[in-house]
């Protein structure tokens, strides 16, 4: 008995002494995590989070029950000061918001009540292949017709922050296209519905990836038509479909294309966790994250509805946010008269 007693005591100091074991391999068994969308059921965002949420599970230790909550409103806004401010930084809530709402430390916006630089990023599924899609109906099916238009083109928009905001403000200025931004809509499903209803004609800065995957009969039957894309190169799917940037007369609208569409593009789909989460924990789910993105089961449903996928690791992103701080003053100014 003597013997065993000393073991017995080893064995709990051991267990005491190395807490980040039982909190790595034992925390998510039997815990519910939620994945909080910043937009509408039914958009580009919200079908990727829940295929997402579908098999992140097999990839963190103790396989968590994983739900999508929709927390839409301003721009994504509502559920990144929710994650940020308001969520326990325990592993538990990871918000998905566009990454154009960062911009708004640097632009002066209000709204936002984080810090872009403190929060623990998972990754993005892909980079946003952004463009302009309008109707058949609408008339506008290339930019020789846009370009022409004697009325302003109505565009649906959500938000300042958002690529589809920010993206048509940006061509306003830098290309001169006749351009009526309509804002106030909670995502890409409802300015589907609007378009699709003469309310407006389309949108700017709407992803290819999101376009292909929520509006794929209109697409097929020629009743959508992605008109200009504002890449900096054109995507392998749309060979023939113009870049905006071909259409810049000056570098300053060069520049103000690449700061104000295509970098935010890059960071597009950002899943963050609160501020303080225990770093051992952001680890877990960075790799689980990563881990989901290769999943063979998760690649074929990405497959299946049309889902692109092309990641961008939590490392990369934060480098990314990092070099948004750093842009020149002028070009911040002329964002700031563009965005405001």
Excluded at 55 to 77: C, F, K, L, Q, W
Excluded at 97 to 110: H, K, N, S, V
Excluded at 154 to 171: E, F, I, Q, Y
Excluded at 228 to 247: F, G, S, W
Aim: with cysteine; aromatic share 6%; hydrophobic share 40%.
């Amino acid at each position: 008995m003597d013997k065993i007693v000393p073991c017995l005591v080893l064995a709990c100091v051991a267990l005491v002494g190395n807490p980040g074991h039982a909190t790595t391999h034992d925390f998510y068994k039997g815990k519910t995590m939620r994945i909080i969308v910043g937009f509408a059921p039914g958009g580009g965002f919200d079908t990727y989070s829940r295929a997402i949420a579908r098999h992140i599970a097999r990839h963190i230790p103790g396989s968590p029950t994983v739900i999508v909550e929709n927390m839409d409103g301003a721009g994504s806004r509502i559920a990144a000061n929710h994650v940020y401010k308001v969520a326990k930084p325990d592993g538990l809530a990871i918000a998905n918001f566009i990454g154009g709402i960062l911009m708004d430390q640097i632009l002066g916006r209000p709204g936002a009540e984080f810090d872009a630089l403190k929060f623990e990023y998972l990754g993005t599924p892909l980079k946003d292949s952004r463009t302009c899609t309008l109707t058949k109906a609408s008339g506008i099916t290339s930019m020789e017709k846009w370009m022409a238009s004697k009325t302003p083109v109505k565009l649906g928009g959500v938000a300042p922050g958002t690529g589809l905001d920010d993206g048509a403000r940006v061509l306003k200025v830098a290309l001169g296209l006749p351009i009526h931004l309509v804002s106030g809509y909670k995502g890409t499903s409802q300015i589907r519905l609007a378009a699709e209803s003469g309310e407006v004609s389309g949108a700017c800065g709407w992803g290819w990836e999101s376009v292909k995957a929520t509006w794929a009969k209109a697409i097929e039957s020629g009743d959508a038509v992605v008109v200009l894309q504002t890449r900096p190169t054109a995507h392998p799917e749309l060979p023939h479909i113009p870049l905006a940037v071909h259409y810049a007369k000056s570098e300053e609208a060069r520049q103000l294309i690449k700061a104000g569409i295509n970098d935010p593009a890059d960071m597009n789909r950002i899943y963050a966790l609160p501020p303080a989460t225990p770093k051992e924990r952001v680890q877990i789910l960075r790799r689980a994250f990563m881990e989901t993105l290769k999943d063979a089961e998760f690649l074929a449903e990405a497959r299946k509805t049309k889902l692109d996928i092309d990641p961008v690791t939590g490392e990369e992103l934060e480098q990314t946010i990092a070099g948004l701080f750093k842009l020149e003053p002028g070009l911040v100014a002329k964002l700031k008269e563009i965005l405001k």
